[in-house]
């Protein structure tokens, strides 16, 4: 099993920043090694949506409403996934939830973190 930990969130002014942490740990090994790392996000009453991905190769997708604002990074030795958040928007509000998708196909989700950002 892997367990995924999401910190960081909290209440921020319109064009503030919050910088989101995601910490996989448990059973990886070589045979369900990590392939990409993912932050999505649920606002109420809304889809689950893609925000931005990044493989363990470092490639990069974002979700056209975050492009230029927000950056993933990751440390693959330490098995985390960052998502540095800026120029944040009040349409931004959602609790932000950490994704990994692993080698056979396996998929794990973090409880989630709460971003609030007020007008």
């Known amino acids: 099993q892997v367990q995924l930990v999401e910190s960081g969130g909290g209440l921020v002014q319109a064009g503030g920043s919050l910088r989101l942490s995601c910490a996989a740990s448990?059973?990886?090994?070589?045979?369900?090694?990590?392939?990409?790392m993912a932050w999505y996000r649920q606002a109420p009453g809304k889809q689950r949506e893609l925000v931005a991905t990044?493989?363990?190769?470092?490639?990069?997708n974002y979700a056209d409403s975050v492009k230029g604002r927000f950056t993933i990074s990751g440390d693959n030795a330490k098995k985390m996934v960052y998502l540095q958040m800026n120029s944040l928007k009040p349409e931004d509000t959602a609790v932000h939830l950490c994704n990994t998708i692993h080698q056979g196909g396996s998929r794990y989700w973090g409880q989630g973190t709460q971003v609030t950002v007020s007008s």
């Open positions: 990044i493989t363990s190769g470092g490639s990069t």
């Open positions: 448990g059973i990886i090994t070589s045979g369900n090694g990590i392939n990409a």
